[in-house]
């Protein structure tokens, strides 16, 4: 099984702060790596797929990068809003596993 | 508007069946492969089960197999998760969610629906 290792699993950050989130996964995984945002008391939220496509209505301060086995997630200048819990995802045929979360505050 | 939305669940003891549905509307529900997926009190998102478009591939957690059975009917729009001898840590708040076209990830979620295994 490819696991999914995400860190840090909170950090605390001032509005206007550059933030990064990092998932390694243990196996080749190419682009195919996904980035959600989950808030309490509602569902959670596709922000990137494939590692750097921007999902539609998605504020442009939020991006991705990376391939292979190490991607990064960044939030170029935090919002309020933006306070929540932040998980990667990938998938093989049908299979799929989450990083263990990383949770944002402020 | 895609819509997803959770039944079914509850209350129940442990070592006895639950049955989850999600009722799709707003897209070609035989198109898209679904997803089963939870979030345990104070724990993070943890997948559970996944089924093709047509239900010819099965996915399932390591923690769920043979224990739970996940299904489709495309005549309904809907989903359903099969839950039997279920466990307190099988205690979480369950979604389901649709995979995006020609993509991997999970684009539309439902509000989720809460289980509770205890005596």
């Known amino acids: 099984d490819n696991q999914l290792t995400q860190s840090p699993s909170a950090l605390s950050a001032s509005v206007g702060d550059r933030v990064t989130i990092t998932c390694r996964a243990s196996q080749d995984i190419r682009h195919d790596l996904n980035w959600y945002q989950h808030k309490p008391g509602r569902a959670p939220k596709l922000l990137i797929s494939d590692a750097s496509n921007l999902d539609t209505g998605v504020p442009s301060r939020f991006s991705g990068a990376g391939s292979g086995t190490d991607f990064t997630f960044t939030i170029s200048s935090l919002q309020p809003e933006d306070i929540a819990t932040y998980y990667c995802q990938q998938y093989d045929n049908l299979l799929l596993s989450f990083g263990g979360g990383t949770r944002v505050e402020i | 508007e895609v819509q997803l939305v959770e039944s079914g669940g509850g209350q129940v003891q442990p070592g006895r069946s639950l049955r989850l549905s999600c009722e799709a509307s707003g897209f070609r529900f035989d198109e898209f492969a679904m997803h089963w997926v939870r979030q345990a009190p104070g724990k993070g998102l943890e997948w559970v089960s996944g089924i093709s478009w047509d239900s010819g591939n099965l996915g399932y957690a390591d923690s769920v197999k043979g224990r739970f059975t996940i299904s489709r009917d495309n005549l309904k729009n809907s989903l359903y998760l099969q839950m039997n001898t279920l466990r307190p840590e099988d205690t979480a708040l369950y979604y389901c969610?649709?995979?995006?076209?020609?993509?991997?990830?999970?684009?539309?979620w439902g509000q989720g629906i809460l289980v509770t295994v205890s005596s």
């Open positions: 969610a649709k995979v995006m076209r020609f993509r991997s990830a999970l684009d539309y």
